[in-house]
């Protein structure tokens, strides 16, 4: 059944079927043979503690712009182990005769991840989980960006992850190297959007909230929330929910995440600053 | 030196970068008649290499190279699975190189494009051909079990000669790995690694191809851009192993406008040798 199913003429291609290897600990005997990533739960830390950082600490951010000189704008974010270059194209004549109608613009958001970027490879076949978060992506930028200043043309925003760290976390810095990246092209927008993401472990009512998590941070969660925002305008883009929470909890989630992006703006506010300088500098 | 921008007869002035656009091959003639090309090289200049390792931790082995402004970044993961019958000693290395639309304006998503499945098919030869790596290394227990090593690259950005470009990463990043120490059990039947301790992978010859063109049957250009690619009329690349192997391949034909295509690669021959020292510096300094 499984014949051929990898198989791609346009690929290199390795085995039918291969498996990531299993792991057994040297200090104990062969018996303990366990996955990767089950641990016993005996050896992980208290649940309702933070390994490493504060409850309410977002992972510092590396941004960077115009890293991709063939692109008219692009961005290199970097956030702790979480790594990705974004490239924006356009605005560009649009191949479908439907969209060429239009008074607006069309926005495209691809993302992918590379086959190396996660814990277990990433077969390059067609990823439902990309498109997802492609489309989260986009709904964020796109209160953001003037469509109608191009008119019957598109502007393409390509994501591509070299290594993820969270999900949420990921859609977060995607959002932010794509805002990054399409001002650096000169898109008209009303403001940078910046995201920021939050989750809540342990019994409901009770246990902490911790922002920006990690990929271990999420897979221990009982429910988080994503915002992306505008806090130029003071506006909300983008609000998901995942999980088992109360209505307030998702409210103060919210609120927090949402006072976290005025400080990330600030930061994507220097990033663009200094390039704009440098390119003044030049000419 | 002459602006060789700036147009002789015509009394209109035009823009470098619009010129370039609309007549790009009279514009690469203008500067070579001035032997020198638009990015200020010389015809038989390289761009500066620069190689990193390991920077991404998901991967069993990880490098960036950039030649110039081309980019690319190669992650190796190591799998296992059973030997094919037949060749019961033996693992796989499977390179392949993705041209994302991240890269260039031309670059579609979707399926590899042409480029990226020609060079893709060219990286496996090389890693075989020239033993890189030995497929017998990564056997583990014959016929039961055996490293897969997908070697994916990306290429990041796209200015140009990304063939070479994906050579070095892929050689950085398999210098770069490093395989769990794993061994066959036989009660379970099945392989176990240990989570601590790991060994290098063996990387056993280092060939380095180094990539020319041939424009206007005349000018030889070492390690073309992508603005001067498609004006090429012959892409010549030497690769030089270790052993001082040569292998030679051409893409286009070997004799335009009465220039002695074997004399031109004699030249790429003894350019890419030299090369090839300056290249393995870099590499051994990472």
């Given at each position: 059944?499984?014949?051929?199913?990898?198989?791609?003429?346009?690929?290199?291609?390795?085995?039918?079927?291969?498996?990531?290897?299993?792991?057994?600990?040297?200090?104990?005997?062969?018996?303990?043979?366990?996955?990767?990533?089950?641990?016993?739960?005996?050896?992980?830390?208290?649940?309702?503690?933070?390994?490493?950082?504060?409850?309410?600490?977002?992972?510092?951010?590396?941004?960077?712009?115009?890293?991709?000189?063939?692109?008219?704008?692009?961005?290199?974010?970097?956030?702790?182990?979480?790594?990705?270059?974004?490239?924006?194209?356009?605005?560009?004549?649009?191949?479908?005769?439907?969209?060429?109608?239009?008074?607006?613009?069309?926005?495209?958001?691809?993302?992918?991840?590379a086959p190396f970027a996660?814990?277990?490879r990433k077969?390059p076949?067609?990823?439902?989980?990309?498109?997802?978060?492609?489309?989260?992506?986009?709904?964020?930028?796109?209160?953001?960006?003037?469509?109608?200043?191009?008119?019957?043309?598109?502007?393409?925003?390509?994501?591509?992850?070299?290594?993820?760290?969270?999900?949420?976390?990921?859609?977060?810095?995607?959002?932010?190297?794509?805002?990054?990246?399409?001002?650096?092209?000169?898109?008209?927008?009303?403001?940078?959007?910046?995201?920021?993401?939050?989750?809540?472990?342990?019994?409901?009512?009770?246990?902490?909230?911790?922002?920006?998590?990690?990929?271990?941070?999420?897979?221990?969660?009982?429910?988080?929330?994503?915002?992306?925002?505008?806090?130029?305008?003071?506006?909300?883009?983008?609000?998901?929910?995942?999980?088992?929470?109360?209505?307030?909890?998702?409210?103060?989630?919210?609120?927090?995440?949402?006072?976290?992006?005025?400080?990330?703006?600030?930061?994507?506010?220097?990033?663009?600053?200094?390039?704009?300088?440098?390119?003044?500098?030049?000419? | 030196?002459?602006?060789?921008?700036?147009?002789?007869?015509?009394?209109?002035?035009?823009?470098?970068?619009?010129?370039?656009?609309?007549?790009?091959?009279?514009?690469?003639?203008?500067?070579?008649?001035?032997?020198?090309?638009?990015?200020?090289?010389?015809?038989?200049?390289?761009?500066?290499?620069?190689?990193?390792?390991?920077?991404?931790?998901?991967a069993?082995?990880?490098?960036?190279?950039?030649?110039?402004?081309?980019?690319?970044v190669c992650g190796v993961k190591?799998?296992?699975?059973?030997?094919?019958?037949?060749?019961?000693?033996?693992?796989?290395?499977v390179p392949n190189l993705d041209?994302?639309?991240?890269?260039?304006?031309?670059?579609?998503?979707?399926?590899?494009?042409?480029?990226?499945?020609?060079?893709?098919?060219?990286?496996?030869?090389?890693?075989?051909?020239?033993?890189?790596?030995?497929?017998?290394?990564?056997?583990?227990?014959?016929?039961?079990?055996?490293?897969?090593?997908y070697i994916d690259l990306v290429?990041?950005?796209?200015?140009?000669?990304?063939?070479?470009?994906?050579?070095?990463?892929?050689?950085?990043?398999?210098?770069?790995?490093?395989?769990?120490?794993?061994?066959?059990?036989?009660?379970?039947?099945?392989?176990?690694?240990?989570?601590?301790?790991?060994?290098?992978?063996?990387?056993?010859?280092?060939?380095?191809?180094?990539?020319?063109?041939?424009?206007?049957?005349?000018?030889?250009?070492?390690?073309?851009?992508?603005?001067?690619?498609?004006?090429?009329?012959?892409?010549?690349?030497?690769?030089?192993?270790?052993?001082?192997?040569?292998?030679?391949?051409?893409?286009?034909?070997?004799?335009?406008?009465?220039?002695?295509?074997?004399?031109?690669?004699?030249?790429?021959?003894?350019?890419?040798?030299?090369?090839?020292?300056?290249?393995?510096?870099?590499?051994?300094?990472?």
């Amino acid at each position: 059944m499984s014949t051929l199913i990898n198989f791609d003429r346009r690929r290199v291609n390795g085995p039918e079927k291969s498996a990531p290897p299993l792991y057994f600990d040297d200090d104990d005997d062969d018996d303990e043979v366990e996955e990767e990533d089950a641990q016993p739960s005996s050896a992980r830390p208290s649940p309702s503690q933070r390994v490493g950082r504060a409850p309410s600490s977002v992972r510092p951010i590396f941004l960077e712009t115009g890293l991709i000189p063939s692109a008219p704008g692009s961005a290199y974010l970097e956030q702790a182990l979480t790594k990705l270059v974004c490239a924006v194209y356009g605005p560009r004549q649009l191949k479908s005769a439907v969209s060429m109608s239009s008074e607006r613009g069309t926005l495209s958001v691809s993302l992918k991840y590379a086959p190396f970027a996660t814990p277990a490879r990433k077969a390059p076949l067609r990823d439902a989980e990309d498109r997802r978060l492609s489309l989260r992506v986009r709904a964020a930028l796109a209160p953001a960006v003037r469509a109608e200043s191009f008119p019957k043309a598109g502007v393409d925003v390509f994501v591509h992850v070299l290594q993820g760290d969270g999900e949420d976390a990921l859609v977060c810095a995607a959002v932010m190297a794509a805002s990054a990246a399409l001002a650096d092209a000169g898109v008209e927008m009303l403001g940078l959007v910046v995201g920021c993401c939050a989750v809540r472990v342990g019994l409901p009512g009770t246990g902490p909230r911790w922002l920006d998590p990690c990929e271990e941070e999420q897979r221990r969660a009982r429910g988080g929330v994503g915002v992306t925002c505008l806090p130029a305008l003071g506006t909300v883009a983008d609000l998901w929910q995942w999980g088992e929470l109360s209505l307030d909890e998702v409210d103060e989630m919210a609120d927090e995440c949402r006072s976290k992006c005025d400080e990330l703006h600030h930061v994507a506010v220097k990033v663009l600053l200094e390039s704009a300088k440098r390119r003044l500098g030049r000419s | 030196m002459e602006d060789p921008t700036a147009s002789g007869s015509s009394s209109t002035k035009l823009d470098p970068e619009i010129y370039s656009r609309i007549h790009p091959r009279a514009y690469l003639e203008r500067f070579l008649a001035a032997s020198y090309r638009p990015s200020g090289r010389t015809p038989p200049s390289f761009r500066p290499v620069q190689i990193h390792t390991g920077s991404i931790s998901t991967a069993d082995g990880s490098a960036l190279a950039r030649l110039g402004d081309t980019t690319v970044v190669c992650g190796v993961k190591a799998e296992l699975a059973e030997p094919d019958a037949g060749a019961e000693r033996r693992g796989w290395a499977v390179p392949n190189l993705d041209l994302p639309a991240v890269c260039g304006s031309r670059f579609k998503p979707g399926p590899p494009g042409e480029e990226a499945q020609v060079w893709s098919e060219r990286l496996w030869e090389l890693l075989i051909e020239n033993e890189v790596i030995s497929l017998e290394d990564l056997c583990i227990e014959p016929g039961r079990s055996a490293w897969v090593l997908y070697i994916d690259l990306v290429c990041i950005n796209y200015d140009g000669n990304a063939y070479d470009a994906s050579v070095l990463a892929m050689i950085a990043a398999l210098r770069n790995t490093t395989l769990p120490k794993a061994r066959w059990d036989e009660d379970k039947r099945r392989v176990v690694c240990s989570r601590k301790e790991r060994v290098p992978l063996q990387v056993k010859n280092l060939p380095i191809p180094s990539t020319f063109g041939v424009f206007d049957g005349q000018h030889l250009l070492a390690d073309p851009s992508a603005f001067e690619e498609p004006l090429l009329d012959t892409i010549v690349t030497v690769t030089v192993d270790d052993a001082g192997r040569i292998r030679v391949q051409l893409a286009g034909p070997a004799c335009v406008g009465g220039v002695d295509g074997l004399k031109v690669v004699g030249q790429c021959v003894q350019a890419a040798r030299a090369r090839r020292k300056e290249v393995l510096g870099v590499l051994d300094g990472t």
